[in-house]
Each structure stands twice: as structure tokens, then as C-alpha cells.
């Protein structure tokens, strides 16, 4: 509400005290005897909207905060990294590395949940602590018996009694707004300012603002609208306090920036959502108020009051339109509900609503997510799209409003929009393992989605006309039809998880269309539509009887040229050339299959384009033709015995349903934006010739067209499973057994040089090479680099362990030295990290004992340090000690605990270094791992091949 007064006042639909109030739905001025107007229409749709965006919004905070909190995001990391090194298979989503993850992605899945609680909590909270917030303001009330009395009248009226009638609080100052308050339990309250009560004698200031806060008690949302006032600031502050922990700690990233600009979207999307369904709320109570008879007097205190109008910005967020544009609105005819505005939110709350779904189920079941996540996903997807639709377009279609090709459009660019920015933000993690924005792979599934919800959308209004045209207020039809328009769309989306998560792999998306989408049985639930649609045109119209049954020459006609067209292509293609081999059969089955769907798609066409029939009847008659060619060469199959078990019958028959389901769905917005009246054409000609001659015609090119010169991209080859092959040799690390006893002076094996004597460069190169062979799958040798110096070392009595200066008096009499360096492949998050570090060193003299002893004297001075290098963070040793291998002449081990950062930013790690003396040669092997366990059996595996390639 703006206009004179219009302060901070809460409120949930208001007029101020000059009488401004709030509408943009035109209503003729209608005077005092015109009868009882229009109750305000139920916003249902809206709240669940919100209530959908509220739940995502819950969810996306609760992702950012696990990427932000770092004692969450980092073990998650380190165990994508170690996974994926540990399962380096082509297929990204194998059960092996699924099982692997399963523990970090179902706490990051229970985080997520636990954000989604929250949120509807915090709307729970509102719902029950605003009403109270409310009261506590109202304290200070006014009597004004006058008003009373005329507000009971008006209540009479209105059918406002018992327990549905409110009660009226006249507020003192500095109450200057009307507004109604209330919570899920007790009667609601009508709040009126002072200078409003007291011109209760006056009906031109009173009534108009008592009949719209009157139509907010009729609509029963006083509570829920108590709720949405206050999300309108709450998500967007939400979402950036769910984040700043990291930017504290670490500032913005690309992950963290990612993850937020989801976050936002979803927020900011939330909000105008919110927003909007307050000032239509507002509108329609102005409609009310208007039909009541208050017309002409609601629009003079409109534009009493339209000084200061509120900014573009202000407007976007603002709970009521400003004065002078509802004055204006309540002028012009009203807007027929079902717009292009109402498929734009409808399409982008279903698609953020199906990505929040799809994240959470796919991390809360990882192991079973393609079971799970899919399902999951596009049934929300499906029920928030149709249902979100479909009561709106039933109003529409009972309105006698035309423009149909608004709600399907809204849908198509609110969901393309908003799939785009979905996949182009991804949770991270969701969209293959690390957020990696691609803009090609964004564009093709907004491409595939705004087509599908287009479907979704036309499908909506086929049903909407036709249940209003042929089973006018039927509940039962009704909730029939909203039940099977949700069915239909679950069929209608069911591919875009599938084909979205490999749209750079045509070859995988192909199969999955044709070998797996109908065998998945989902797509079969659109089957439920022809049905529903002869059922609906069986029934008459309204204020008619039900019409004596007959069939239309025609139709049946084209019907049936249709299918011997088809259907005999098919069979006679492969009784002329039978195939010759596996893959010729495979693509002549699919060439029948495509075949008998396209021969259901032309009946369709050519009835509905040629106005023989409606979109209705021509729908149901494309499937009976698509259902008996496929039946007909699936018969032949039989009997020529191409065809037997289940696996057949599944592919001759659920193949062309599926594809000639979504051949229906793509052509349905097309055919119901034309301005034609579902069911039959009410003057239908008597002749039959014009539709089975278009019918004949485009079977029969459509005929040539595919099995013919075919239609390229359209044929996968058949899956065939690869030949046994011999199993390779386990590249996994052999450890060899550790000896028990103490090692003694190193002795050649008979026939094997001693591993004692000095090496050769050669020789100590391959001794440090020879441990590739026990690295396990993910491994690599990467570019060596130069040993570091520099670091200070806090206290300074530890330098000699930290810096390995006891070997330092073995350089005067080294003839040779090799290193060789492994470390882990970089993962996809880059936190968990293994090194692997191998030296040789060969002497002209042998190694004394002293140098070991010197080593173990170092270590028991030095419990603990800090290294601290040149503009690098301090890392945190802790020295241990573990029992060196029994190998050589003697052997030495240390183990260090480091540590860097603080608090839930805090890295950690572990090393270890063993010194293994053998004759004139000393073998060191360094292991280092972190964010992730040092793995012991490499490092004995890695000691026990560099020891045994002394003597190779």
C-alpha cells in the first residue's frame, strides 16, 4: 500500500487512512443492487509456489553453507579425490566409486535437508509468531460504537458469520493503514485506523476499505499471508549469511561464487515471487470491493491517494501496487487468470524445484541414484508444472478468454531460463563431481526443457477446454483431470534428467532413447490422456444432452488408411529385403517402431490442422492409429517368428507408444494455440475424401522417408556385449612380507650381485625407478622439483630432523645420487593430495651405523615444531616415531603429524621418512599425504622394491 500515510505499518492487505487500497482487476462499477459479486479468487497456486521456492531456497542455503564451512567441504573433497583416484573408470557415476562417496554425500545430502527445514520452520515460526506480533501492537484500541455496528452489517453481507466472521479492532495512532491479521487457529481480525472508524456514516470512506479487507477473509489466507510478508526480505540475507564464513576465511572463490549465484537466483526469484502474490492478493480484494459496488468510490480514494509512488525497485518488492496504478487497473476489463506472467513462474519455480530435488536425492541415495534421484526429481518437476497450470487454465477456459499460447509460452521461457542458469550454476558436486560451469551443455538442456514444459503446458490446456466444455462443474472430472495431467507429465519430463546428464555423448543418448526410455515404463503413463480425452468427449456440453453415439466417416477412415499405410510399409520392407545380420534387424526394428509412431502423428496432424476434427478427437484417433500399426507389425513379427518372449513384445510395442507420445507432445502447443474448440467440429463435412486423401499422402511420404533413405541420427546400433577377454594383470601393489627378525648384514641371493656395492648411475636409477611398479591406478610422475629451503624452524634445535642435515656429512664421499618422484593425479577439487619420494644414494665407503644413530638422537630432541616459509601459511609438526621394515643392514623411520590453519579451516596431513643402510648404499623413501590417511601398504610396498632393486 502507498498513498498519504502509508507508513512502516505490517500489515497483510491494506487501505490507508485515507482510503486507499489496493486492485488492478477491471470491474464494471456495478451499483449496490447488482447482486453479490465474485468471491476473490483462491491464490492456492501462488502459496504453493512459494512454498516450493521457500523449500529450494532451504536447500540451496544449506548447500552454500556446506561448501563454506570447511570442516564439512573438506573432508568431502578429499574423498572425491581419493575415490575418483581410487575408481578411475570411463563411466563417471560407477557403483564402486558411488559406494565410496556414499558417506560425504549423505552428510552433505543431511545438511542440505537440514537447510530445507529450516526454512519451512522459519515460515512456520512466522505463521504463528506475526499474529502475536500483531496483538502486542493493537494494544492501545479505540471504541467506536458506530463502527461496530456498520461493520456487522457489512459482515452480514458478506456471509461472514459464526465462527467465519472476523472481529474489528479500531487502532489508535499511529495506525494510519487498514489491514487484516490472523493465525492458523481463532477468528481473523480486522484492523481499522481511527480516521477510518470514525466516518462509518459515510459510506463512500468506510465500506470500500471494510469490503476489501473483507475479501481477504474471504479467500481464508489471512495466516498464510501473514507468513509471505515477511519472506519477502528473508531469503536473499538468508542465502548471503549461509556464505560468509568462507569469505571471512578465505574470500570468494570459484566454487564458493558458484554455489552463491545458485543460491541467489533462487532467493531473488523467492522474493518477486512472494512479492507478486501479496500485490495479487491485493488485487483481487480490490476486484471484490469493486463488484460489491464500491467501484467508483474505491477508485476516488485511489486517486486521493497517488503522491509519491514508489521506485522501479521499490516496485519489484513492493507487498501493493501504487495507487495510481490500481486506480487505472479497476477502468480496463480484467486480466483472464493464466497469462504469460503466470507460465513464466510457474516454469522457473518447477525447474528450481526439480534441481533442488534432484541434489538432494541424489546425495542423500548416492548408491542408488539412478533409481532415486530421477524419479524423484520430475515428479516434483511435473506436479509443480501441470497443477501449477492447469486450475488456472480451467478459470481461463470458463472465462471464455482465448490466447492460449501465453501460458504455454510463459512455461517454455520460464523453464528454458531457468534450466540454463541451473545448469550453468550447478551444486557443486552435482553436475559431474567439481562445479564447472559449461555454457554449450546449459544451452542444450534449456533447449531440451523449454520444449518438454512447452508439452506439459499444452497438454494443461487441451485438458482444461476440454473438461470445461464437456463436464462443466464436475469435482470428480476435474480431480480426474489434474491427477492425469500430473501422470502425463511426470511421462513428459521423464527423459530431461537422462539426456541432460550426458548432452555431449549423442551416441549414449541415443541408446537411452531408444533401448531404455520405453522399457523404463514411465512414458506409458501419457497413455492415461487419450483415455481421459474419450471419456471427456463422450459427455455434452453444457445445457446439452449427451449426443447419441456415431462415428465420423472420416475420421475412421483416415484412421484406418493411415495404419495400412504404415503398417504395410513395415511388413513389406522386411519381407522384401530381410536383414541379413544383427544390426540390419536392429535398424529395420527401429525403423517399424519410428514407422507406426509417425503414423499415429500424421492422423493427428491432418485431423487437427484440418479442422475435421478438434484437437480432442483427433488426438485420440493419431492413438488408435499409432496402437493398431504397431499391433499389426508386431503380429507379423509373430508369425514370421522374429518375435517371441517378453523382451520382443517390449520392444515392438512400448517403442512406438513412447515415441509417438512425445511426437504428440511436441505438436500439442502448436495445435492448441489455434483458436479451435476441442472435441468434434460442430459442423463436421459429410465427405470423406479430403482428410483420407492428406492422410494417404503424408503416411506415404513419411513411409519413404524412413525406410527409405532413412533419417540420419535416428538409429542406434544394437548394444552388444563385448567379448570375453583375458584378465589383465592386477596393477594393484604387491606387498611383500616383512621379516620378523632383526636385519643382519645384507647377503646376495646366489647368482644376484650384493646389494651392498657401489652403484652406478644406471643402477641406482633403476633401483628408484622400480617402485612405478607397486604404484596403484592414479598415480603419476611428475615434473621433479628442487628440494626446499628457506623455512625457518621454530625452535630452532629442531632444524637438523626437519632440514636431514645428519646426512648432510655423507655429500663429501657420494659418487652417485638418483631421485625419482610419484605423486597422485590431481583430483577434482584438488584437496587431497600423496607424494612419493625415492632417493638412492651410493658411497665410495660404506655407510657407518653413526649416521642412524645420529638420525634417532635428532628425532628424541625434537617433539614438535613450526616451519614457516616465505609468504606461505605455518605449518605445525607433531614427531612421532613407527617401527622401521626389517630390510639392509639397519633402517630408521620418523612420522610427522602437520597441521595448518585453525579452527573448522584447518588442514591436516601425514608423512613419514624411512632411511633403509645397505653396504656402501642408503636408501630414503619420503610418503606424504594431505587431507586424506597415509597409506601404509604403499609405503612398506615402495621400501621393500627400491631395498630389492639394489641388488638388480
Known sequence: MTGPGAGGAHHDGGTAADGTTGGDRGVGAAGPGAGPPLPPERLGWLYALVLASLISVGISAGGLYFVADRSLSRPWAAAVDACTRAHPVAAEQSAARDRCLAGQFGRRG???????????????????????????????????????ERFGDLCDRNGLVGRRRPRLVVAAPPVRQAYTTGGVL????????????????????????????????????????????????????????????????????????????????????????????????????????????????????LRAGTAGGPTRRRRLLARHPDPATRAAALGRPADPPGGLTHGLAVGAVAMLATGAADALARDLFLTAQAAVGPPVAVCVGAVLL???????????????AGGWWRP???????????????????????????????????????????PLAASVAGLCVLL???????????????????????????????????????????????????????????????????????????????GHRRPPRRWDRGVVAAVLTAVLIGAG??????????????AEAGRQAQQRWLLCALTGWAVLVVLAVGRRAGVGRALTAGWAAGAAAALLQYAHA???????????????????????????????????????????APSAPAGVRGPVAAVAVLAALLAVAVLGPGIPGAYAPLPVAEPARLSAPSTAPVVPPVPDETPGPTRSAPGRPDPGRPLTHPQARRAAGAVRAVLPPGWRVPPDRAEGGGSRIDPSACRPLAEDSYLDRLGGVERVRERARFATVPGPTATASAELVVEIRSHAEPVPASVLAEAESARRACPRFTARGSGG????????????????????????????????ARITGRSAFVIVRAGHNLVTVYASAVSEPLDERLLGAAVEVAVAGLGG
Not at 535437508?113 to 504463528?128: E, K, T
Not at 501441470?386 to 471464455?400: D, H, K, T, W, Y
Not at 603429524?897 to 579452527?903: C, I, K, N, Q, T
Open 569 to 582: 510399409a513395415a511388413v513389406w520392407r522386411t519381407e522384401l529385403f530381410p536383414p541379413g545380420t544383427l
Open 464 to 542: 482444461a477446454r476440454l473438461v470445461v466444455a464437456r463436464r462443466p462443474g464436475s469435482v470428480g472430472w476435474r480431480s480426474a483431470t489434474y491427477l492425469v495431467a500430473a501422470a502425463a507429465g511426470v511421462a513428459l519430463l521423464w527423459p530431461l534428467p537422462a539426456v541432460a546428464s550426458v548432452p555431449t555423448d549423442g551416441h549414449a543418448a541415443r541408446n537411452w532413447l531408444v533401448f531404455a526410455l520405453p522399457r523404463s515404463g514411465w512414458p506409458l503413463l501419457a497413455l492415461l490422456v487419450p483415455v481421459l480425452v474419450g471419456l471427456l468427449l463422450r459427455g455434452a456440453g453444457e
Open 873 to 904: 601459511p605455518a605449518v605445525r609438526f607433531t614427531v612421532d616415531a613407527q617401527p622401521p621394515p626389517a630390510l639392509g643392514e639397519q633402517s630408521w623411520r620418523v612420522d610427522y603429524r602437520l597441521s595448518a590453519g585453525s579452527g573448522r
Open 386 to 400: 501441470s497443477l501449477g497450470l492447469l486450475p488456472a487454465l480451467v478459470r481461463r477456459a470458463a472465462a471464455g
Open 110 to 148: 543431511v545438511v542440505m535437508l537440514a537447510g530445507a527445514g529450516i526454512a519451512l520452520g522459519a515460515a512456520a515460526a512466522l505463521v504463528l509468531v506475526l499474529p502475536l506480533a500483531d496483538r502486542h501492537r493493537l494494544r492501545r484500541r479505540l471504541t467506536v460504537p458506530g463502527a461496530q
Open 186 to 301: 481463532g477468528r481473523p481480525t480486522v484492523v481499522l485506523p481511527a480516521a477510518v472508524a470514525v466516518a462509518h456514516a459515510d459510506p463512500a470512506r468506510f465500506d470500500p476499505v471494510v469490503a476489501h479487507e473483507l475479501a481477504h477473509v474471504l479467500a481464508r489466507d489471512v495466516a498464510w499471508a501473514s507468513a509471505v510478508r515477511a519472506l519477502i526480505w528473508l531469503p536473499v540475507p538468508a542465502v548471503l549469511a549461509a556464505g560468509l564464513l568462507e569469505v571471512a576465511l578465505f574470500g570468494p572463490n570459484v566454487t564458493y561464487l558458484t554455489a552463491l549465484g545458485r543460491a541467489t537466483v533462487v532467493a531473488v526469484l523467492t522474493a518477486l515471487l512472494a512479492a507478486g502474490l501479496l500485490r495479487r492478493r491485493e488485487r483481487e480484494a480490490d476486484r471484490y470491493a469493486a463488484g460489491a459496488g464500491h467501484a467508483e468510490r474505491l477508485v476516488a480514494l
Open 408 to 450: 504455454v509460452l510463459g512455461a517454455a521461457i520460464g523453464f528454458a531460463v531457468t534450466a540454463f542458469i541451473a545448469t550453468a550454476l550447478p551444486v557443486p558436486g552435482s553436475s559431474g563431481v567439481s562445479a564447472r560451469p559449461d555454457v554449450s551443455v546449459a544451452l542444450l538442456v534449456a533447449a531440451l526443457g523449454g
Open 638 to 680: 509373430l508369425l514370421t517368428g522374429r518375435a517371441d518372449g517378453l523382451d520382443t513384445a517390449e520392444a515392438h510395442l512400448l517403442a512406438p507408444l513412447a515415441w509417438l507420445g512425445y511426437l504428440v507432445a511436441f505438436t500439442l502447443p502448436f495445435l492448441v494455440s489455434r483458436p479451435t474448440v476441442p472435441g468434434p
